[in-house]
């Protein structure tokens, strides 16, 4: 059995390890809440995590839009593509993706904008309104929302191998909360999971394969697992279920590196889904939109500018068929593509 200490020394573990400045981890086993948290709201501050302080919970906010599409009666054919990013929309705008890249499961933030604006014609009430009104009231998540709470987190973006500094603008551009806008905190994500551990059937069933597992509506489907990351801002965050044995984790890290923290607290807790292995490199670089990664001597090279600080962020790994965390995942679908970072990527130069 998970005990609460067995999940704050896990989080410590996790943390020593990564660097990560402040985290903290919420479990839920049959309704029953264990909370964990560790390190400093930014570096350099005497303010320390608590288990009910909020971070920025980035993409794990798609989850709520698609919970949000559902109770609002808007769950048609093409908002469902919009959720499932299955509608040929690029990363950022609701420009097809390239030829070569049609027909592909690809990440799309604009399609939970467009997601997100059926459901507002339908309730009539601003986006933010209408989540409160069908979603975050009725859950009893009264830490979560899209303003700035008082006593949050701090994000820090990576510099050099090892160390960080932390972000000091972060403002969220509010057109583009339905992707990714939500604070919250480990409490309040255990109760979403645990409301949608009752139900919502219909958002959990696999639309799609993708990355050597599939994906429904905001979320990823795996082996008896759903689940969904986020990142931005120098925030990192998981959401899991593990409807069979009622369980729901969430971790929240103030840290570009903290999806290195949130996979070692998984794996720690033994709740690695399993994945089929294998797959083919092909080498080169890929470039789309501002987004570009080099594949070369089985390394990836990833540069991106985040979408709220507009810091270019680098990151540099090991490619993987079947790593722990999906973002940790990359895979070659067609000839002269890549998905890395989720998204379908045409090869530019071999």
């Known amino acids: 059995m998970i005990t609460r200490f067995s999940l704050e020394e896990t989080l410590r573990d996790a943390r020593a390890a990564t660097g990560v400045p402040g985290a903290a981890v919420g479990l839920s086993v049959d309704g029953e809440r264990s909370f964990g948290a560790d390190g400093a709201l930014a570096l350099g501050s005497s303010e320390a995590v608590a288990p009910e302080t909020p971070f920025r919970i980035a993409s794990v906010t798609k989850a709520f839009v698609a919970t949000l599409c559902f109770e609002a009666g808007v769950l048609d054919d093409e908002v469902a593509a919009w959720l499932s990013h299955t509608a040929g929309l690029r990363c950022e705008s609701a420009e097809l993706l390239p030829e070569s890249c049609l027909g592909l499961w690809?990440?799309?933030?604009?399609?939970?904008?467009?997601?997100?604006?059926?459901?507002?014609?339908?309730?009539?009430?601003?986006?933010?309104?209408?989540?409160?009104?069908?979603?975050?009231?009725?859950?009893?998540?009264?830490?979560?929302?899209?303003?700035?709470?008082?006593?949050?987190?701090?994000?820090?973006?990576?510099?050099?191998?090892?160390?960080?500094?932390?972000?000091?603008?972060?403002?969220?551009?509010?057109?583009?909360?339905?992707?990714?806008?939500?604070?919250?905190?480990?409490?309040?994500?255990?109760?979403?999971?645990?409301?949608?551990?009752?139900?919502?059937?219909?958002?959990?069933?696999?639309?799609?394969?993708?990355?050597?597992?599939?994906?429904?509506l905001g979320w990823w489907a795996r082996d008896g697992v759903l689940d969904h990351e986020g990142s931005v801002a120098g925030y990192q965050s998981l959401l899991m279920l593990v409807p069979k044995e009622q369980l729901v984790l969430a971790v929240l890290t103030n840290s570009w590196r903290g999806s290195g923290l949130a996979r070692r607290v998984v794996e720690r807790l033994g709740l690695v889904p399993s994945s089929p292995g294998g797959g083919r490199y092909e080498e080169g670089r890929y470039a789309l939109d501002g987004v570009s990664a080099t594949v070369r001597d089985r390394w990836v090279i990833e540069e991106e500018a985040d979408p709220v600080t507009g810091q270019l962020v680098e990151r540099r790994y090991r490619p993987s068929f079947r790593a722990t965390l999906m973002s940790h995942r990359i895979d070659f679908p067609r000839k002269g593509v890549a998905r890395i970072g989720w998204v379908a990527l045409p090869r530019v130069e071999a």
């Open 106 to 216: 690809s990440y799309s933030n604009a399609g939970y904008w467009a997601a997100a604006a059926r459901a507002v014609e339908a309730v009539g009430a601003p986006f933010e309104s209408a989540l409160a009104a069908l979603v975050l009231d009725p859950f009893g998540l009264s830490a979560t929302g899209f303003e700035e709470p008082a006593g949050c987190a701090r994000g820090h973006a990576q510099q050099g191998k090892t160390g960080h500094r932390a972000v000091l603008s972060d403002a969220y551009p509010v057109g583009r909360r339905p992707s990714g806008g939500l604070w919250s905190t480990v409490g309040d994500l255990l109760r979403f999971g645990e409301r949608h551990l009752k139900g919502y059937e219909e958002l959990h069933r696999p639309r799609t394969d993708a990355l050597g597992a599939q994906y429904a």
